[in-house]
C-alpha cells in the first residue's frame, strides 16, 4: 500500500492541514496545536535533476516528507519532457500524488495540448495523470502588453474552464509580479480575476511573487475570499535583494497566512524554488520540508 493512503482524511487534511481540535470554520484559526499534515511541491524546482533521473530524484523527494506535486510543460502528449505514461507511473511507484499540472496558452504557436491548440489533449493527457488541477503556468511579454491582451487572456481561461470542469478537472491562473503592476490607469489581476467565472477559473496565489509585488497575502486572500484554492510557497530574503530562499529562511509570516488558510479557501500548496537557484534544488526543497513540518499556527 502507498504512502499516501495511510494519510487520515480529516476535514483539516483535505486543506493540506490538521489540528487536534478537528475544527475548521470560516477561517482557520490560529492554535499552537494546529500543523501542516501533508506537503505538496513543484517539480520546476528540480527540473534539471528529473531531466535524467525522474526516480531516483522522486525517491529522495518521497523521503522528505512530500505527499503530493505538481508538474510542469504540459505539451505535445508529454509532461515535463517524458511520456505521459512514464511519469504517472514513476510517481505512483514512489507514492508521490500527482495534484495539480503546469500548461502554457500556447497563443502564435500551434502545440498540441496547450490551452490555444488542441487543449481537449492537454486535459485528456492531465486525467491520465490524475491531475484534479490544470493551471495556466505564465503569460510572455507579448500576451500581456496591454489591458485588452489580459482580457483576451481572461477569455481563454473561461473557455479552458469549461472543458476542464467537463472532465472533473479545476482551471486555474498563477500569477507572477507583473499582473499587480498598473497598466492603463488599472491593475491586470483585477481584470483576469474580475473577468472570469469564478466557480470556472480559481487562483493559485504564489506568495513570493505577490510579497515582491508589495501585497499583503491575507487582504489578497480577503479579496478574492475562497478562490484561492493553490498556493506556491517560496521565501523571500531579508534584505534589499528580495531574492528567493527556502521556507523559513525569509522574511514571510508563514505562521499567519497558513493560520489564514480557511479564508484563502486553499485546498493544496507547493514549495517552489523557479529562479537562478544557487544550491542544490533537491536540498532546498528538504530544507523547506523540515520547517514546514515543525511549523505550529
Aim: net charge neutral; aromatic share 10%; charged share 25%.
Amino acid at each position: 500500500m502507498k504512502r499516501r493512503h495511510f494519510i487520515a482524511q480529516t476535514s483539516l487534511a483535505t486543506v493540506g492541514l490538521a489540528a487536534s481540535s478537528g475544527l475548521l470554520g470560516k477561517e482557520l484559526l490560529s492554535s499552537p496545536d494546529a500543523k501542516l499534515d501533508q506537503l505538496g511541491f513543484q517539480v520546476y524546482t528540480v527540473r534539471n535533476q528529473v531531466k535524467d533521473n525522474l526516480e531516483p530524484t522522486l525517491e529522495k523527494l518521497a523521503k522528505f516528507g512530500y505527499d503530493y506535486a505538481e508538474l510542469y510543460g504540459l505539451a505535445d502528449g508529454k509532461v515535463m519532457g517524458h511520456p505521459v505514461k512514464y511519469v504517472r507511473k514513476a510517481f505512483d511507484d514512489v507514492g508521490i500524488e500527482i495534484r495539480s499540472t503546469h500548461c502554457g496558452t500556447g497563443q502564435g504557436a500551434k502545440q498540441s495540448g496547450s490551452m490555444s491548440y488542441e487543449w481537449q489533449k492537454g486535459v485528456d493527457a492531465a486525467s491520465e495523470l490524475g491531475a484534479k488541477h490544470a493551471v495556466c503556468a505564465y503569460l510572455v511579454a507579448n500576451e500581456r502588453k496591454t489591458l485588452d491582451d489580459y482580457k483576451k487572456v481572461a477569455d481563454l481561461l473561461n473557455k479552458c474552464g469549461e472543458t476542464t470542469s467537463k472532465s472533473g478537472m479545476q482551471m486555474g491562473y498563477h500569477n507572477h509580479a507583473f499582473e499587480y503592476e498598473t497598466l492603463e490607469g488599472q491593475m491586470p489581476m483585477d481584470i483576469l480575476t474580475g473577468e472570469t467565472d469564478q466557480n470556472l477559473v480559481k487562483i493559485e496565489l504564489d506568495l513570493y511573487w505577490l510579497v515582491k509585488a508589495k501585497r499583503d497575502p491575507i487582504e489578497e486572500f480577503k479579496k478574492l475570499a475562497g478562490r484561492v484554492n493553490l498556493w506556491h510557497v517560496k521565501d523571500m530574503e531579508k534584505g534589499a535583494k528580495e531574492g528567493m530562499a527556502e521556507v523559513g529562511k525569509g522574511r514571510i509570516d508563514w505562521k499567519n497566512i497558513f493560520a489564514n488558510a480557511g479564508l484563502s479557501g486553499m485546498t493544496g500548496f507547493f514549495v517552489e524554488q523557479d529562479g537562478n537557484w544557487a544550491k542544490s534544488d533537491i536540498e532546498s526543497l528538504g530544507t523547506s520540508s523540515k520547517y514546514l513540518k515543525k511549523l505550529r499556527f
